[in-house]
């Protein structure tokens, strides 16, 4: 089978890991680039050896010759990017968050829908070594009937320094970083009926709110608890894992802290690490997201070649992103929302 062709736009920060991930991809590559920053454009087409070279997305379009497009902008150029990727029929990836309100995505999906292009968001964290073996252990039944769950991510990492616009923006931690402990949530313990939040801004040098506290009723009739905090200052920083505790009718999992899985069922305990794998490129602590980045693009190629749905499509993000903008009105108002209603 031929090898895909595939195109970025935006090569900053992130999409540093995303070229990495590409080079070990099987069955796929990165045949062009686009940035308007041509210093930005200079230093990844020079460090992963890519020719054809772009400033403007609509020129890359235009000239075509790849089979799909890797949107790695941030979010306030996603719709205008995933637009021009499905008039001109091109299978589209666009990284998180897929778009700046639920109105937004939801014609995005339709348009991409339409027009009979493929569309996933890169939302990778579902991806990660850890939080799939959670979900193996779930499926094989050994805690039963899941009822009760929480979803930690707590920090105190400086994120500014690398990302210098999530200092900046009125929303910060849901929509950064607690949309992708939202979407694990979906992916553990299934869609999501009412949500109730409470939110703060702690560190005063922020514009956004840094610590959420979340509680979801699944459809399911599990309850679990989103809670996410940059503000935390821990003796040992577990940036950037996600810790999971499970409560079922017949047992229990604990993800801990340095990659400890602990499974409780009715012949006993079973303690296992599930670290990820420090691929060649990557570096700690980042290793454990940049992993799932070379899973989610792997995911992408083999989806894409065999014409089936992917897991993070559009259509499914857009019920992460409707927990998204029902934290923010729930911590607003102070009631609960109703899930359905958005959708
Ligand atoms: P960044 O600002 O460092 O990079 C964005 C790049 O896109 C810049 O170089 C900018 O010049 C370019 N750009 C913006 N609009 C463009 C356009 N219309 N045409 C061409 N180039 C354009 O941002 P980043 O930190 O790399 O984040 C990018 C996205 O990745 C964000 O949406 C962020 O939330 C997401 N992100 C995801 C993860 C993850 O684990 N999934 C981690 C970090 C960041
Ligand atoms: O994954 C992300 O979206 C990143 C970070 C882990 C720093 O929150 O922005």
């Known amino acids: 089978m031929a090898e895909l062709k595939g195109a970025l736009i935006g090569c900053g920060f992130f999409a540093i890991n ?165 979407d694990i949530a979906r992916f553990i313990l299934g869609d999501v009926a009412t949500l109730t939040a409470r939110t703060k801004r702690v560190n005063p ?21 989103v809670d996410v905090s940059y503000a935390s200052r821990l003796s040992t920083e577990p940036f950037p894992e996600t810790l999971i505790e499970l409560d079922g009718t017949k047992g229990s999992i604990r993800l801990s802290q340095g990659y400890r899985l602990e499974v409780t069922g009715p012949d006993g305990v079973a303690i296992s690490d599930v670290s990820p794998q420090l691929l060649s490129w990557a570096s700690r602590p980042w290793h454990n997201i940049q992993e799932s980045v070379l899973a989610i693009q792997q995911h992408w190629a083999d989806r894409l070649a065999d014409g089936t749905e992917t897991s993070t499509s559009g259509a499914d993000n857009l019920k992460t992103l409707a927990l998204v903008e029902a934290a923010y009105d729930s911590a607003a108002s102070g009631r609960t929302v109703d899930i359905g209603a958005l959708l």
């Not at 040098?205 to 608890?225: M, Q, R, W, Y």
């Open 18 to 182: 995303q070229m990495h991930a590409w080079q070990d991809v099987k069955g796929a590559q990165i045949v062009a680039i686009c940035d308007r920053d041509p210093e930005r454009l200079k230093l990844v087409g020079d460090q992963f050896g890519i020719e054809r070279r772009y400033g403007d997305a609509a020129a890359m379009f235009a000239d075509g010759g790849f089979d799909f497009v890797d949107i790695a902008t941030t979010v306030a150029s996603h719709r205008a990017l995933v637009e021009m990727a499905a008039s001109h029929k091109v299978p589209a990836i666009c990284q998180k968050p897929f778009a700046k309100t639920l109105g937004d995505a939801k014609a995005m999906v339709a348009l991409c829908a339409q027009a009979g292009v493929p569309l996933m968001v890169h939302e990778n964290f579902r991806w990660q070594t850890p939080i799939q073996a959670v979900k193996t252990v779930l499926r094989s039944g050994a805690i039963g009937d899941p009822f009760w769950g929480r979803f930690s991510f707590r920090s105190g990492f400086d994120v500014f320094s690398g990302q210098p616009y999530l200092a900046e923006g009125e929303r910060f931690i849901i929509e950064d970083l607690g949309i992708h402990t939202l």
């Open 205 to 225: 040098a922020i514009k956004g709110e840094d610590v959420a506290t979340i509680l979801l009723d699944h459809e399911s009739g599990a309850t679990s608890i």
